[in-house]
C-alpha cells in the first residue's frame, strides 16, 4: 500500500484537542519502544503500537458519518478506555488503496517491504459500508511480528449513534495479544503466558482481550542476531494449543493441548516461545486426514474418536469421507481432542481448534505400509480360517467313513488332509512378509517411522501367536492312529 494514498488525519484543534493530545501522547511513547521487542524487563511495559486504517463507504446514506469523523470518535474512545496499551495512529486510505479496503479485507495482502510496517506492532483495518437498513462493519488485524492475519470479522449497526461503539467492540475482537511463554519442568501440561503490556497502567477495571478459554497458537520465534530487526524465523509450534485458564501472576495460566510427547522440547541459542491469539468465527472446520508421504492419498473409511474433557470417556464422531475428511464443529471447548483409529489400531492423536479455519489437513506418518501389510495379514487369516474349517469337515467325515465300514474313503480324506496347508506353511509365509517389511529402500511395506515400524512387527508377532492356537498335527497324527487301528481290527476279522 503505498504511501502517497493515505491522507493524513485533519480535524479542528478546537474540537479534537483531547484527539491530538492522545495521538501526540502516543507518538511519543512509540518513539521510545524497541521495534521488535522481547526483552522480559520491558515487555510488560510496552505499548501495541497500532497503525488503525479507516474507510467509509457512505454513498448509499450521504451524510450518515465519514472517515474522519469515525476515526475521531475513536480516538476519544481509545484514550479514554485502552490507552496506554494502544498507542494508535490513523490511516484513511485514498485512491487504489481504499478501493481495495473496500472490495474485501479478506483480500488483502502486505508488501513486506513496505517501509511503514517496522514502525508499527499492529495494522488493523476497518471498513463501513453505511447503507438505508444501517451500516456493515469488518475488521482484520495483521500482526506485524509474526507476519500473520486474523480472518476477517463483521458486524451490523442499525443505529447511527451506536457506530462507533459498535466499531470499537469489533476492534477489540479482531485484536490478537501477543504473549511470551513460559514453561514449567514440573508441569508438561500447562505453561503461563505474559502478555505485552500487561503491567501499563489501565484506565478501567474490566480485562478487554483476555479472558478464559481463549485460544492461543504456540510460537517457535528464532530472533535475529541484529537488536530491533524482524525474527529470523516464526513457526507454528506443531499440533499444540494453549486455552487459558485463569490469571495467575504473572501473566495467564494455560492448558496444553498437543499431539506430540514433548511440545516445546529444548530451545538452545535465540529461540523463544511465545504465543499469538487465535480467532474462531467459522461454525466448523473440515479435518481431513491424508498419507504423509503423498498428499493426495486420503484416508477413508477411518474411524475418528472424540476425548470427553471432563469425563475422559471416548466417543465416535464418525468415518472419514472418500476425500478422508469429517466436519468437525464448534463446541463450548475452544480444542476438541480427536483419535484416529482403523481396525482397533491407534494412528493419530490431534487437537483440533474448529471455526478457525476452513479446512485442515492432518498427515498421518507411513500409515500405508501398515495397511498393506494388515491386508495381508487379513487374507492370511482368512485363509488360516478357511484351511481349519476344511480340516474339521474332513476330519468328521473321516470318522463318519470309518463308522460305515468305508475305509478306503476314510483313507482317501486323511490323505486330502495331508495335503492341506500346515502351521509350517504359515509360519513361512509370516516370516517371507516379515522380511519384506524389514528390507527397507523403496519398499512399499516398510515405513521409515519406529512408531509405525514397531506397529507392524506387533501385527505380525500377533497373528503368529494366533496361528500357534491351530492347525496343531497332534489331531490328525490321533486321526491317522484310529484310522490304522480300524484297518488292523477289519484285518483281523
Same mark, same amino acid.
Given at each position: @500500500? ?20 492522545? @495521538? ?136 447511527? &449513534? @451506536? ?97 506430540? &510427547?514433548?511440545?516445546?522440547? &529444548? &530451545? ?126 474332513? @476330519? ?45 529402500? *523403496? *519398499?512399499?511395506?516398510?515405513?521409515? *517411522? ?44
Amino acid at each position: @500500500m503505498a504511501r502517497e494514498n493515505y491522507s493524513s488525519l485533519i480535524l479542528n484543534p478546537s474540537r479534537y484537542r483531547r484527539l491530538f493530545r492522545a @495521538m501526540v501522547i502516543g507518538l511519543i511513547l512509540a518513539s521510545n519502544s524497541n521495534s521488535y521487542a522481547a526483552d522480559e524487563k520491558s515487555w510488560e511495559l510496552e505499548s501495541y503500537r497500532v497503525q488503525l486504517h479507516i474507510v467509509v463507504d457512505s454513498t448509499a446514506r450521504p451524510g450518515a458519518i465519514s472517515a474522519e469523523q469515525l476515526a475521531g470518535d475513536l480516538m476519544e474512545r481509545i484514550h479514554t478506555t485502552i490507552y496506554p496499551l494502544w498507542s494508535v495512529e490513523i490511516a484513511i486510505p485514498q485512491g487504489s488503496d481504499r478501493t481495495r479496503q473496500l472490495q474485501g479485507l479478506g483480500s488483502l495482502k502486505t508488501d513486506p517491504n513496505q517501509p511503514s510496517e517496522g514502525h508499527f506492532d499492529k495494522r488493523i483495518f476497518l471498513t463501513a459500508k453505511v447503507d438505508p437498513q444501517g451500516t456493515s462493519l469488518s475488521a482484520r488485524e495483521y500482526d506485524v511480528y509474526t507476519s500473520r492475519w486474523t480472518p476477517v470479522l463483521e458486524s451490523i449497526v442499525r443505529q447511527d &449513534r @451506536m457506530i462507533t461503539q459498535k466499531s470499537l467492540d469489533l476492534l477489540c475482537q479482531v485484536f490478537a495479544p501477543l504473549a511470551m511463554i513460559q514453561t514449567d519442568a514440573d508441569d508438561q501440561q500447562h505453561v503461563s503466558l505474559i502478555f505485552k503490556g500487561s503491567e501499563l497502567p489501565r484506565q478501567i477495571s474490566e480485562e478487554l482481550f483476555v479472558k478464559k478459554d481463549d485460544l492461543f497458537q504456540p510460537l517457535l520465534v528464532k530472533l535475529s542476531r541484529t537488536s530491533g530487526a524482524a525474527p529470523e524465523m516464526i513457526a507454528d509450534v506443531p499440533w499444540t494449543y494453549l486455552t487459558t485458564e485463569k490469571p495467575e501472576p504473572p501473566g495467564w495460566l494455560c492448558r496444553v493441548y498437543t499431539g506430540t &510427547r514433548r511440545p516445546f522440547g &529444548r &530451545r538452545r541459542g535465540r529461540v523463544e516461545l511465545m504465543a499469538l491469539e487465535l480467532k474462531s468465527p467459522l461454525l466448523e472446520t473440515q479435518v481431513r486426514f491424508h498419507a504423509s508421504h503423498d498428499e493426495s492419498q486420503s484416508l477413508r473409511g477411518y474411524e475418528v474418536f472424540e476425548q470427553e474433557p471432563a469425563t475422559g470417556d471416548y466417543n465416535l464422531l464418525g468415518v472419514t469421507n472418500y476425500e478422508g475428511s469429517i466436519p468437525v464443529g464448534r463446541t463450548d471447548s475452544p480444542i476438541r481432542m480427536l483419535f484416529l483409529r482403523s481396525d482397533n489400531q491407534l494412528l493419530a492423536k490431534v487437537p483440533v481448534a474448529p471455526g478457525t479455519q476452513a479446512r485442515t489437513d492432518i498427515p498421518i506418518a507411513d500409515d500405508m505400509a501398515r495397511l498393506l501389510v494388515q491386508e495381508d495379514l487379513e487374507a492370511q487369516k482368512e485363509r488360516l480360517i478357511d484351511v481349519v474349517a476344511r480340516r474339521n469337515i474332513l @476330519m468328521a467325515r473321516t470318522r463318519s467313513f470309518m463308522e460305515q465300514g468305508q475305509l478306503e474313503e476314510a483313507q482317501k480324506l486323511v490323505v486330502e488332509l495331508n495335503e492341506l496347508p500346515s502351521r509350517a506353511d504359515f509360519a513361512q509365509s509370516l516370516k517371507s512378509l516379515q522380511d519384506l517389511t524389514e528390507s527397507g529402500g *523403496n *519398499n512399499e511395506y516398510h515405513s521409515e *517411522n519406529p512408531r509405525i515400524q514397531n506397529k507392524i512387527s506387533k501385527l505380525i508377532d500377533n497373528t503368529r501367536t494366533l496361528l500357534g492356537r491351530f492347525l496343531g498335527v497332534r489331531d490328525i497324527t490321533q486321526l491317522e492312529n484310529e484310522v490304522r487301528e480300524y484297518q488292523r481290527d477289519k484285518a483281523n476279522q
